[in-house]
């Protein structure tokens, strides 16, 4: 049987909308077995089982939440060695991707990173140079170690959920890491997460510091806040909210973008969107060559008046 093992990091116990996408690809591929870096409740094994899990593989010890990538990679070295997968998937997060390159030096295997697809002979799709180019990559040595971008395919359960038998994998004694000593949690925005949302509204140098118009069109809308490099460097946004090459990349079913001009280090991180709606005041902007949807005018106009015709035809 193909196994292919599926790095499942959940801090928190719940099986994300990336981890869901993570199995549903592992189950085009194999038969995808869980690897999870901690104990795992009964919850979680049952979740696992609505997307086709066969055998989850976990650590048997809690702190590994508690240090950096360093031992995340020894346990999935170790559950690789437990389950000889035909290939291994991580979401393409930063820990996702240091965790993967960690793992390819320790098994002499290589990596792909940036995936968004992947062929039944692990041949992985993926854009490079911000966008401008659509590649497929093979890993040649060892066992294809893949990196999958959120929002690239749709989650979907089994008809009928599987039992997963569950096993531990003794964690070894790992080199002397960096070990988090605290943590505060980040203040709810009640908004979707930027990464998982299905209509994020973005804003860029145009708000001119100002996105509550920006973030008042999200909220109608039940979105996520999203933002250009421009709007982050200049403090006026968490940096997590960047979308881009140096970003997240975001693929909702609905992508405003207002007051950004289109750059190709934006495009990257967004240009899968299923529509694109962009409102800016220069008709001449390179944004609107990517755009479903386009509205030359101010932003400070155009948002409010969508979000107040949404609100009004949601009431
Ligand atoms: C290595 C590298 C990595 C990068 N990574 C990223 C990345 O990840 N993400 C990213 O976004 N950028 C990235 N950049 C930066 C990128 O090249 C652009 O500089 C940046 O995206 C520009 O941001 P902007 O569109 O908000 O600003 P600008 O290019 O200044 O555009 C502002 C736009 O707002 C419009 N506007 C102004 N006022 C209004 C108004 N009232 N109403 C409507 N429209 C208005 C203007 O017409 C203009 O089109 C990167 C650059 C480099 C070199």
């Not at 925005?189 to 299905?198: D, Y």
């Amino acid at each position: 049987m193909t196994n292919i093992l599926v790095f499942i990091d959940t801090p928190d116990g719940a099986l994300h909308k990336s981890h869901r996408e993570l199995l549903t690809l592992a189950r085009s591929l194999g038969e995808p077995v869980a690897a999870v870096p901690g104990p795992v409740s009964d919850g979680l094994v049952a979740a696992l089982g609505e997307y086709g899990t066969a055998a989850v593989v976990h650590a048997d010890s809690a702190d590994l939440d508690d240090v950096l990538a360093v031992r995340k990679a020894d346990f999935l070295a170790a559950a690789m060695d437990r389950t000889q997968p035909q290939a291994v998937l991580l979401p393409n997060t930063f820990d996702g991707k240091e965790i993967a390159g960690r793992l390819s030096i320790k098994r002499r295997s290589g990596v792909v990173t940036d995936a968004i697809a992947v062929a039944n002979d692990f041949t992985a799709t993926k854009s490079v140079l911000a966008g401008a180019y659509t590649v497929d990559a093979q890993v040649r040595t060892g066992t294809p170690i893949i990196t999958f971008k959120a929002n690239s395919i749709e989650a979907e359960t089994v008809p009928q959920a599987t039992s997963p038998r569950t096993e531990t994998v003794p964690v070894p004694a790992g080199a002397p890491a960096a070990r988090i000593t605290g943590r505060s949690e980040k203040a709810s925005s009640g908004r979707p997460e930027l990464s998982e949302a299905r209509v994020v509204v973005a804003g860029g140098r145009g708000v001119n510091g100002d996105f509550s118009a920006v973030e008042d069109l999200a909220d109608a809308l039940g979105g996520a806040v999203g933002a250009s490099r421009a709007a982050t460097d200049a403090g006026w946004i968490e940096h997590s909210a960047q979308v881009g090459q140096t970003g997240q990349t975001v693929s909702p079913q609905l992508y405003i973008s207002a007051g950004i001009s289109g750059a190709i280090q934006q495009k990257a991180g967004m240009q899968t969107s299923k529509v694109i709606v962009a409102v800016n005041k220069d008709p001449d902007s390179p944004v609107f060559e990517i755009a479903d949807f386009g509205i030359v005018g101010d932003l400070f106009k155009v948002l409010p008046q969508a979000a107040a015709e949404i609100r009004k035809r949601k009431s």
